[in-house]
């Protein structure tokens, strides 16, 4: 039995979820997981309508490394693009359109000061990207901003989790529902074309937990680019 528990310890993760809606759903299907492996503690630091866009990026920052140091967390996992799809303004207030250069250049400076804080305490970080978006538009932009994460993940050896071609039907496409492992159809998404049901969330945060207990890093520089 002491073997047993000395192997928990070792395992033993400090989970802690940061990010808007989507990161939301994903603590919660994480939640149901962890509930099965109590050696793990599981943070809640997702909020709706939380964006890298937002002029309180600095507030976030530091909320951010007070929460790492408090809970001692071992493990971030970040999902953030539900509302990054608007104007984002520099530290002197200038404004720039979305997929602009100078938009990118103040978006990746964010992504930056978000691992550079998890890399100095040395933090294993899994990156989710996001999925398909049932509104070519919107979709367009989850695209874009795949590529900035996929990049950021390689700059930094961070782990990257792409959904691009999670939950797509048989032609590549947006795809509601999709069959469970007993081949019935199950409803992965929510009306909005964005989010997700409990059951999609709860196929997600499967991914996100074998990536975490996982030996072997997803290999950055080989992530599958949407």
Known sequence: ISQGIARSEVAAENIGVYGDSLSDGVWSG????????????????????ASLTAPDFATWTQDLAASLDREHITVAIVMFG???????????H???????????????????????????????????GLPILRDK????????LNRL??????????????????FVDSSGQFAA???????????????????????????IAEKVYSAITSPVPTDSARAQNP
């Open 30 to 49: 994480l939640y149901s997981i962890v509930k099965r492996h109590p050696e793990d503690k599981l943070f809640r630091h997702s909020k709706v309508g």
């Open 94 to 128: 200038k404004g720039y359109v979305f997929e602009s250069k100078g938009w990118q250049r103040v978006y990746v400076s964010r992504l930056d000061t978000i691992y550079s804080e998890l890399a100095k305490r040395k933090i294993t970080v899994v990156w989710v």
């Open 82 to 92: 539900a509302n990054d799809e608007r104007g984002i303004r520099d530290e002197k």
């Open 149 to 166: 994460y996929v990049a950021e993940a390689s700059k930094f050896a961070g782990r990257f989790l792409p959904l691009s071609d999670s």
């Open 137 to 144: 538009d919107a979709n367009a932009g989850a695209v874009f």
């Open 177 to 203: 529902y999709l069959p469970d492992q007993k081949g019935h159809l199950r409803e992965v998404r929510i009306n909005d074309g964005v989010h997700f049901t409990s059951y999609g969330y709860g196929l």
